[in-house]
Every structure is written in structure tokens, then in C-alpha cells.
């Protein structure tokens, strides 16, 4: 399925009358835009290969029609959200979940649909039908050295493919931990891990990154090796520049204050990228936004403050990525959600009076403050989202166009109802 730039033309017809009343408005109430405008359109977020198709829970799965059956047509799906929004304009795969064979055309068809590839993750909490050892006791910090080796391999050949596709990063999240008090040595659990990632920051490329995602349990349940924003600091410190910290908003205990981790990662330079999502209970891996706005405005809060003040690129310096699973909702639909309201708060960070908060802060001054802070959280930037699509020839609603186009009955049409995407 295609979509053509006369979809979107049409499309914007319709609601440019309503947009630009909108817009008028907006900018009465938000002294920069254009600047917050030229901001979104450089912005870009990237599409995880496994959120293409539905996910599920150990309870069951209730799959939709027409999801990729291969890493040509994902491509071809964050095509079309990108056709949509432009502002999906890179893909992160999963090894061996997706297995690039012929790079050549995978990466002419990602630049047909203006893709990037971007941060390149490995898989050491499954097993494979092929491999020789089991992850059942983890991998990096197993006991038995033969695993670790595997796991290692495993990881360097993920970089190799990802040098192949022109990506520059590698996350890396590990299941390793302990279900039981007594399973483990910690201490010889994170030399393990320590000496198992050293030689994986070896193996990488000069220009590449090494996120290293924490998360506080599961599938462990009693400890994970690397379960908090610490314990992976503690980790990419020791290895080096190129190693920095990727936080995944569903990895955190209960009420953790998630935009303090990120001001201080920032601070200290090791604030690597994002995995987005929303979540109630744990790692839930909801539609962005879909649950807590506040607290995602006021993590972009801390991000534009705190990269200003390193002088650091908004679009290029960090890893920004949706990380997602989607059970009963249309997954492309829902990207399309989770992505607008991560520009949402985006914009709205953007559109903080700062210097009236910085006087406010040091004149101790606590509800001028959060005045400032909510107001920009309570005022409605959505044209300037919207506006930044129609500049960038996206469609000023894309859910709406989207369904408009019936892309999920063409999708059906082309690839079947009874489709299992790969992975998860
Ligand atoms: C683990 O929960 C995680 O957040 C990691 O990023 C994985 O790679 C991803 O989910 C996919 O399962
Ligand atoms: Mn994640
Ligand atoms: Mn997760």
C-alpha cells in the first residue's frame, strides 16, 4: 500500500481552514512558534520493528489482519507512518527477530521511504532453535562461561549487521537476574556482566553508542543485574564515552521520579536515548501519553532544559525511540497515537517561559513555578504539531487519513488476515 502525496493534499484541503484559525490561536498564546515549529519538524522518532504487528500477553494473543511478515514490509510499514507524520523516520530491529539478508535492498528500500536505521538491539533473553547454550540462567552474567561467550558473539554480530545497514548504535537489555534469594552471587553476577560487556564495547565502531536499558524485574523476579538507572550508570561509566544509559519509561518501580533520573543522566553525560510508553502497573508498554501527559511533559521538561545547557542538538544528540505493545488496538494506529504525543510534549516543553522559571526558582518562588510549568502544560500546542506536518508535506490529521485510506483493509488485502508478524 502507498500513499500518495495527492492522499495528503486533499486531505490537508479539508482542514486547512480549521488549522490555520487554530494556529492563529496558538501563536496569540506562545511567543516563539516558529522556532518550537522548525524544532518539531527536525524532530524524529523511531519505530520499533516488534510493534508493528500485535503483541500479547502469557494469557493469549488476538492478532489483526495484514502485519508484516518480514523485515521488507516493516520497513514498509513505518513507511507509511512516516508518509503520515513525518516524523518516523527511522526503524530499530531486533535480532534475530528481524534478520537482514540482503542489505543492499533493504537499506535502498529504507532510504525509498526515507528511513534510518536506528539503534540495532540484540536478543539474549530467548533461546534460539539453533543456539548451543540456554539463556535460562542469563546470559552476560552467567555462571557458566560458554554461555557468556555465546551471548557475546551474539551481541557482536548484531553490531555487524547494524554496521552493514549504516546504524551507529546498539541497546542492549538483559533479562539476566534471579528469580530466588540465594540464586545468585550478585558480586560475580556484575563482574560477569561487566567483563561480558567490555568485550562488546570492543567490538564497536569509533562512531557508535552502547545504550545499556535497565528495567526493575521481569522476567526476574527477585533481582535483576541490571535493574535500575544506578546499576546501568555503574556499568557505562566503567566502560567508557561511547556506553551511556537508555531509559525506558515502563522500567521503573512504582512513582519513580523518572524526569530527576534524566536531568542527572544528562548532567553527567550518560543519558544515552528513550524507549516511549506509558504504562499504569509496570511494563505495561501502552499508546505514550496515553496515561500520565503530566509526567511525560515534564520528563521533555528536563531533557530541553538540561540539553540546552550542554549546548546538545535536540534531534541528533539522544536515541529517541518508541518502545511498544499493542493488544487490541491497530498498532499502526497506535504509533500514530503514541508518536503525537510525544510532540505533544515536546512542544510543550519547548514553549516553557525559562526565564521566568529560572527567576522564579531562585527567588524560591514555588507556585509562580509550577504556574509557569502548568500553564504550559495547559496550553494547547497541537497546531504547532500539526503545523509542522503540513510544512513537512505530512497530513494534517493522520489517524483521520489513515483511516480515511482504509490502510488496514488494504494491508489485509495484500498480506492476509491471519498473518503473524515476526517477533514478538
Ligand atoms: C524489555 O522489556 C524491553 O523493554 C527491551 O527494550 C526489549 O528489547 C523490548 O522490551 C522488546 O521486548
Ligand atoms: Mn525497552
Ligand atoms: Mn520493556
Not at 25 to 39: C, G, L, P, R, V
Not at 228 to 240: C, E, H, M, N
Request: charged share 25%; hydrophobic share 40%; aromatic share 8%.
Amino acid at each position: 500500500m502507498i500513499i500518495g502525496s495527492n492522499n495528503i493534499e486533499s486531505h490537508n484541503e479539508g482542514l486547512l481552514k480549521k488549522h490555520q484559525n487554530k494556529l492563529v490561536f496558538t501563536a496569540s498564546e506562545i511567543d516563539n512558534t516558529e522556532a518550537i515549529i522548525q524544532k518539531l519538524i527536525d524532530f524524529q522518532i523511531a519505530i520499533p520493528s516488534w510493534a508493528l504487528g500485535t503483541g500479547g500477553t502469557r494469557f493469549g494473543r488476538f492478532a489483526g489482519g495484514g502485519e508484516p511478515r518480514s523485515i521488507e514490509e516493516k520497513i514498509e510499514d513505518v513507511g507509511l507512518l512516516h508518509k503520515l507524520n513525518s516524523a518516523s523516520g527511522a526503524i530499530s530491529l531486533h535480532i534475530p527477530w528481524d534478520i537482514p539478508q540482503d542489505y543492499k535492498a533493504i537499506k535502498a528500500l529504507a532510504a525509498q521511504h526515507g528511513l534510518k536505521f536506528d539503534a540495532m538491539n540484540s536478543n539474549t533473553f530467548q533461546d534460539q532453535a539453533d543456539s548451543e547454550h540456554t539463556y535460562r540462567y542469563g546470559s552476560l552474567q552467567n555462571v557458566n562461561k560458554a554461555v557468556r561467550k555465546q551471548a557475546i558473539a551474539h551481541n557482536i554480530e548484531v553490531i555487524k549487521h547494524g554496521i552493514e545497514l549504516g546504524s551507529e548504535s546498539l541497546t542492549i537489555w538483559l533479562a539476566d537476574g534471579s528469580n530466588f534469594p540465594g540464586q545468585l552471587n550478585f558480586r560475580k553476577a556484575y563482574q560477569n556482566t561487566l567483563e561480558s560487556l567490555e568485550e562488546i564495547y570492543d567490538a564497536l565502531p569509533s562512531n557508535w553508542k552502547l545504550f545499556l536499558e535497565y528495567k526493575c524485574a521481569e522476567p526476574n523476579f527477585y533481582s535483576t543485574t541490571v535493574a535500575d538507572w544506578g546499576q546501568s550508570y555503574s556499568y557505562v561509566k566503567k566502560l567508557g564515552d561511547k556506553a551511556q544509559t537508555l531509559v525506558d519509561l515502563g522500567h521503573h518501580l512504582p512513582n519513580a521520579n523518572i524526569e530527576q533520573i534524566v536531568s542527572l543522566l544528562l548532567m553527567e553525560n550518560k543519558l544515552g536515548g528513550f524507549h516511549f510508553n506509558d504504562s499504569k502497573y509496570g511494563d505495561d508498554d501502552l499508546t505514550a501519553g496515553a496515561l500520565k501527559p503530566y509526567q511525560l511533559f515534564l520528563i521533555f521538561n528536563e531533557l530541553v532544559e538540561g540539553m540546552d545547557a550542554r549546548g546538545m542538538n535536540h534531534a541528533k544528540d539522544l536515541g529517541w525511540m518508541i518502545d511498544a505493545s499493542h493488544n487490541i488496538k491497530d498498532p499502526l494506529e497506535d504509533l500514530l497515537q503514541s508518536v503525537e504525543a510525544i510532540m505533544i510534549a515536546y512542544a510543550q516543553a519547548l514553549s516553557v517561559d525559562r526565564k521566568a522559571l529560572e527567576k522564579a526558582q531562585e527567588e524560591n518562588d514555588v507556585v509562580k513555578a509550577q504556574e509557569i510549568l502548568q500553564n504550559a502544560f495547559r496550553t494547547d500546542v497541537r497546531a504547532l504539531v500539526a503545523e509542522a506536518r503540513l510544512r513537512s508535506g505530512a497530513a494534517l490529521n493522520p489517524v483521520e487519513l489513515y483511516r480515511s485510506l482504509s490502510v488496514r483493509k488494504n494491508l489485509i488485502g495484500e498480506r492476509g488476515l491471519k498473518t503473524l508478524a515476526t517477533g514478538l
